[in-house]
């Protein structure tokens, strides 16, 4: 049982990492109030991930914010996820 639990711990440090492994890669967050969190994420078939990813809660506080998967030759995963800002408020 410990062994499971040193490999998963392994695998998702890989992930973090920005590694690709079983189709799945961290990938980091640039700007907004996630910036320098990591989002683990499945790639599609053809190895992109999800376009738009929208975030919420925690510090940030109830309202969503939204970020763009965005190329990056910086990043070991090849892509980052940029901030374009928070969604606009529900119309009551």
């Known amino acids: 049982m410990e062994d499971e639990g040193f490999e998963h711990l ?3 440090r890989r992930w973090v990492a920005g590694e690709t492994v079983n189709n799945t890669v961290g990938i980091k967050f640039i700007g907004g109030p996630f910036a320098g969190r990591t989002k683990i994420v499945l790639l599609d078939e053809d190895g992109l991930p ?12 109830p309202s969503r914010h939204a970020y763009e ?14 901030y374009t800002g928070p969604e606009p408020a529900a119309e009551s």
Request: without cysteine; positive net charge; glycine residues 14%.
């Open 10 to 12: 392994a695998l998702i």
């Open 50 to 61: 999800p376009a738009v990813i929208r975030a919420s809660g925690g510090s940030a506080g």
């Open 69 to 82: 998967a965005v190329r990056s030759t910086d990043a070991r995963a090849g892509w980052i996820y940029a």
